[in-house]
């Protein structure tokens, strides 16, 4: 069963790229989909996967209409940043979120970094 969010009657799905605990945690939540094209909305992270399949992933979900939230591991996210930091879309939203292993890092995150910039905070 997918997580589902707005008013959609289809929903929309939570996507998560991250180490294997982070989306085994999710997947237990509820939040797995695989679609008729084979399609998930979760990529595990391992010291095996490339970068390059880490933003092809990226850039899939950010492209499906289906996504309305990708959660990320804030190390990961460090991976591409750069992509992160030109992503300007409101939806899907990123969040990045902390691992079991690596502790979150407010002066990393771009989204964090974004908001406080608008409302003048430094």
Do not use: C
């Not at 695989?34 to 979900?61: G, H, P, Q, Y």
């Not at 930091?85 to 899907?92: A, D, G, V």
């Amino acid at each position: 069963m997918a997580a589902q969010a707005g008013g959609d009657d289809r929903g929309s799905l939570l996507a998560v790229i991250g180490d294997e605990d982070t989306v085994t945690g999710f997947l237990l939540a509820g939040v797995g989909n695989v679609d008729l094209r084979r399609k998930s909305n979760f990529l595990v992270v391992t010291e095996k996967t490339s970068v390059k399949i880490i933003e092809d992933a990226f850039k899939e979900f950010t492209n499906r209409e289906d996504i309305a939230i990708i959660m990320i591991n804030q190390y990961i996210a460090n991976m591409i940043r750069h992509l992160l930091k030109n992503y300007l879309k409101p939806i899907p939203a990123v969040l990045e979120v902390p691992s079991k292993d690596n502790p979150y890092d407010p002066n990393q995150d771009s989204i964090l970094s974004r908001v406080q910039h608008m409302l003048g905070a430094q």
